[in-house]
């Protein structure tokens, strides 16, 4: 059966809202499980880190990974 235009579109849109209410709380704690894990890899480690870390230290200090300092890594490790 097809919806029309507006209908169709308010659906897409209650859909969206449902969806993102769903997913914010597993996301959550997916980010909170992954900045343990690399925290515990960037203690436990010695420079030159891996991507996925240096991947994530950029994310996480919004730089490149090829700018990234000790004195950063200090700060965050702190």
Same mark, same amino acid.
Request: proline share 5%.
């Given at each position: 059966?097809?919806?029309?235009?507006?209908?169709?579109? #308010? !659906?897409?849109? =209650?859909? =969206? @809202? #449902?969806? $993102? #209410?769903?997913?914010?709380?597993?996301?959550?704690? #997916?980010?909170? $499980? $992954? %900045? +343990?894990?690399? !925290?515990?890899?960037?203690? +436990?480690?010695?420079?030159?880190?891996?991507? %996925?870390?240096?991947?994530? !230290?950029?994310?996480?200090?919004?730089?490149?990974? @090829?700018?990234? @300092? +000790?004195?950063?890594?200090?700060?965050?490790?702190?």
């Amino acid at each position: 059966m097809a919806y029309p235009r507006k209908l169709r579109f #308010e !659906l897409r849109r =209650q859909r =969206q @809202t #449902e969806t $993102r #209410e769903k997913n914010t709380g597993r996301k959550l704690a #997916e980010r909170r $499980r $992954r %900045d +343990a894990k690399m !925290l515990a890899k960037l203690r +436990a480690g010695t420079p030159p880190y891996t991507p %996925d870390v240096m991947s994530w !230290l950029s994310s996480k200090l919004g730089k490149r990974a @090829t700018n990234v @300092t +000790a004195d950063d890594l200090a700060a965050l490790t702190g």
